[in-house]
C-alpha cells in the first residue's frame, strides 16, 4: 500500500498543475511578467479577455495549448518506449525529471520579455511531457504491484493524488494572488512532489510481472518477497508465470490495430478516457472561477467548493472500487452527473439574465451575467454535486479499468494509447 501510494504522487503534480493554470493567469504578477511592457500597459491589460491585445491572448492559448500538446507526447510516444525497454520504474524517474526541467524554464526566467516568453512556451512542452508520462506510468506500477483484491484501490490512489493536488492549487492561488511572485510562487510548491519521487524511486521495487518477462523468475521472486513482506510467494509467481504463457509474446502496434480482440479492448479504453472528458470535468475546473465570479462574484471561493468536493468525494470512491465493481458505479453515478449538469443549466436559464455591455473605451463587449443570488448558489451545489459524483465514479475508474483489461505483453502501448485519448480530448 505505501508503494502504490509513493507511485501515486505523480498525480499530485498532474492535478496540481491543472488546478494552479487556471488561477495563475490572471494574477497582477502574471499580467507585470507576460503582458505590461510587453504587448500593452497596465490598463489594458486589466481589461477583460475579450478586450485584451490579440498577441498576448495568443500567448495565453499557447501556455495552455503546448502543455497538453506535451502530455499527449508523453503519455503516447515516451512512456510506452521507456516502460517496456527499461521499467515501470524508470517511467516513473523520466517523468519526475521532465516535469522539474519544464517547471523550472517556465518559472525562473526573467519576465518583460518575448525571448523570454519563447523559452517559457518551449518549458510548457517539456512539463506536459512529465505530466504525460506520469499519467501513464502511475497507474500502470500500481496495478502490477497491487494485490488482487486490493487492486482498484491501490490504483485508484493517483486520483486521490490528482485531486489533492488540484485542490491544494487553488488553496496556494486564493493565498498567494497579491505577491508580487505570485504566479512563480504557487507554481514552483509542486517541485517538491516530482523531486521526491525522483529520489525516493530508486529505493522502490521493479514490479515482478515486468521482471518476471524480462529477467526471469529469480528477480520477479526477489522483488514480490520485498512488496508482500512474506518468504512463500510461490502461488502468486506461479499466477504470473501462467498468466504470462498464456498471453505469450508482445504484441506489436499493427497488431494491437488488427487483432480483433486487442481492438475491442482498445476501444472500450479509449472510450472510457474520452466520455470521461466529454463530461466536461476540466472547463468546469479551468473556467470555473470565471463562471462564477460571474455568478456570484465568489470565483476563487467557488473553485475552492468545487475542488473540496472533488477531493472529500474521491475518499470513499478508494474503498467502492472493489465492492460495488467498476460497472455499477460507472452507470449510476453517470446518471446522478446529468441530474448535476441539467439542474445547473435550467437554473442558469430561468434564473439568470445575460446583458451585453460595452467596454470602456473600446468596441468590445462583455457578457455581464445578472443572477438572483438563491439561483448562483443552487447552480453551485448541482455543480459541486455533479463534481462529487465524477470522484466517485468517472474521474478515477478510467484510469484503473484501462490499467487492469490488457495483458501483459501489451499492457505498456495500449495504456500510452488510451492515456493519449484522454489528453487529445
Known sequence: MILAAFSSLGGWFFGYDQGVTGGITVMKSFKQDFCIGVYASADVCDLPVVALPSDYRQFLILFMLLYNIGCLVGAVLISSFVAERFGRRAIIFVASILFTIGTSMVIFPPGGSKNMIILVLFGRVIEGLGVGCSSFSCPLYASEIAPTNLRGMLSGFMQMTVVTGLFLANVVNFAVQNHEWGWRLSNGVILIAPLTIAIGIFFCPETPR????????????????????????????????????????????????????????????????????????????????????????????????????NLLSTIPALFLFDRLGRRKLLIFCGLAMIIGHIVAATVFVTGC????????????????????????????????????????????????????????NVRASAISITTGSNWLM
Request: net charge neutral.
Open 210 to 309: 515486468w521482471l518476471f518477462k524480462r529477467k526471469g523468475r529469480g528477480a520477479a521472486e526477489k522483488s514480490l518477497r520485498r512488496i508482500r513482506k512474506i518468504d512463500d510467494v510461490t502461488a502468486e509467481l506461479d499466477a504470473i508465470a501462467d498468466a504470462i504463457k498464456e498471453e505469450g509474446n508482445e504484441v506489436s502496434i499493427k497488431e494491437l490495430f488488427t487483432t480483433k480482440k486487442m481492438l475491442q479492448r482498445l476501444g472500450i479504453g479509449m472510450g472510457i478516457h474520452i466520455l470521461q472528458q466529454a463530461t466536461g470535468i476540466n472547463p468546469i475546473f479551468t473556467y470555473g472561477g470565471i463562471i462564477y465570479e460571474s455568478i456570484l462574484r465568489t470565483g476563487l471561493i467557488s473553485l475552492l467548493v468545487l475542488s473540496g468536493a
Open 353 to 408: 439574465e445575460v446583458i451585453k455591455v460595452a467596454i470602456n473605451g473600446t468596441t468590445a463587449t462583455e457578457d455581464d451575467v445578472q443572477c438572483q443570488q438563491a439561483s448562483g448558489i443552487l447552480m453551485l451545489v448541482f455543480t459541486a454535486i455533479f463534481v462529487a459524483f465524477f470522484a466517485l465514479s468517472w474521474g478515477p475508474i478510467a484510469w484503473i479499468y484501462a490499467a487492469e483489461i490488457f495483458p501483459l
